[in-house]
């Protein structure tokens, strides 16, 4: 058993799982600091109460029924659906807020009680790792809300001046796609923002794709999109602490939903103005709203659905399409994002998943080459924004398809490298004959 833990594996995990508890534990510190509780209490708070999504806790549980038999997933699913209405029924009678997903999570604790007390060996570990999965998807929406949440409290002055300048290089896409989704009406929005708010959702369908011969195989994949979406928020957010930026519509407009923001804004612009060409300069703004702009971790996501749903069926790589496309319209189209941050977050997304890759298959010269290409990218993108704003508002037709060329040089290396990578079919061997004696 000492043997075992001395494995290079298990003090991975180890060290893994001691580092993500403390991690936890500080961001809940530091929400308490603020007043407010953090991810920790917050997910304890759900077992009891209206969750703040139900889909997403549904989802996490879909994760961990991987690894369980077809009898099982129909147990678990109709658990949870009994409790959800037992749950609706009393918020009913109390007028209390209406929201589904607890008999979900009741459903992943129950089987993490049952790995621990009636399972052993490979059996256990694998469920773990199933109810472990599932709790990760829920954890890291919590998580990234604790974030959101200290960088409005810790950032008081935000770079959108800055970003605004240099996205007069592409065109200042934002008041574009603004003006677009305001001429398809409600309609198109409600389908967008669909889209926007259940990102977590469709990554969960191209991973569960990915996972679904776990139960038959009894292990896991190296690589699959759960570790990439988590990896992209677990970093995103310390890039939003150095460079925080709120978005076009708190900046130059009224504010999401035309609530907030107007009072701090630079003016009244977007959609219909795009901003003019001026000396940027970092400006204070309020302690609400998130400085979650730089890179776009929605269009990161959205990318690492698109890279993940290339191997599957047709079906599901025209609905990452889709999820791409309908994520990059409602960023931009809802004025949350500068096009200067999708440019980033694309480059970020191949970078982390190329790591991750590379991580899986160990590291080789191609794979540290990669990883570092595009560490260096978007190191130049930021470097670029905060600097040379105004030089790229002035020369937008050098510096515009620089930028495009920016990151289309980072998406081509990542799609050579791994296709190197993958494993190359042998021919087929052809049957040895023996020689036929000659006819006189």
């Not at 704003?389 to 791994?418: D, I, N, Q």
Request: with cysteine; proline share 6%.
């Amino acid at each position: 058993m000492l043997a075992a833990w001395r494995q290079p594996r298990a003090i991975l995990w180890t060290t893994a799982a001691v580092v993500a508890l403390g991690f936890l534990i500080a961001l809940e510190i530091a929400a308490r600091h603020y007043g407010l509780p953090g991810p920790m209490a917050n997910q304890v708070r759900e077992v009891i109460f209206a969750p703040k999504s139900g889909p997403l806790l549904y989802a996490g549980m879909a994760l961990m029924m991987v690894v369980l038999t077809w009898r099982q997933r129909f147990i678990a699913v109709g658990a949870a659906i009994g409790i959800d209405i037992v749950f609706f029924l009393v918020r009913w009678a109390l007028d209390a807020k209406m929201m589904f997903g607890n008999g979900a999570l009741w459903v992943l604790l129950a089987y993490g009680v049952i790995a621990v007390t009636r399972r052993t060996g490979a059996e256990r570990v694998l469920l773990l790792k199933g109810v472990g999965l599932g709790l990760l998807l829920v954890a890291g929406r919590k998580t990234g809300d604790t974030w959101l949440l200290i960088t409005s409290k810790t950032r008081p002055m935000v770079l959108d001046q800055y970003l605004a300048s240099a996205d007069h290089a592409l065109g200042n896409p934002s008041w574009v796609a603004g003006r677009i989704v305001s001429a398809t009406g409600s309609i198109g929005a409600h389908v967008l923002d669909y889209v926007y708010i259940q990102l977590a959702v469709a990554a969960v369908v191209v991973t569960v794709y990915q996972l679904r011969n776990v139960a038959a195989e009894r292990r896991f994949p190296g690589h699959h999109l759960v570790r990439t979406f988590l990896v992209i928020g677990l970093l995103g957010p310390a890039i939003y602490m150095i460079f925080p930026v709120v978005g076009p519509i708190f900046a130059y407009g009224t504010g999401a939903f035309g609530t907030g923001g107007e009072h701090l804004a630079v003016a009244n612009l977007w959609p219909d103005t795009p901003p003019p060409i001026g000396n940027p300069q970092s400006m204070p703004f309020d302690e609400l709203t998130p400085r979650n702009c730089m890179p776009s971790l929605h269009t990161a996501w959205a990318t690492a659905i698109f890279i993940h749903s290339r191997k599957g069926p047709r079906i599901l790589r025209y609905a990452g399409t889709f999820w791409l496309i309908a994520t990059l319209g409602a960023t931009l189209g809802f004025g949350y994002h500068y096009g200067v941050d999708i440019v980033a977050g694309v480059v970020f997304a191949f970078t982390i998943d190329a790591a991750l890759r590379a991580l899986d298959r160990g590291w080789d010269r191609q794979g540290i080459q990669l990883v570092a290409y595009g560490v260096a990218v978007f190191a130049l993108l930021l470097v670029s924004y905060r600097y040379l704003p105004m030089e790229m508002a002035k020369y937008p037709w050098a510096f515009g398809p620089l930028l495009l060329l920016a990151m289309a040089s980072v998406v081509y290396g990542y799609m050579r490298t791994t296709k190197l990578w993958e494993p190359k079919a042998a021919p087929a061997r052809q049957p040895e004959t023996e020689p036929q004696p000659e006819l006189v």
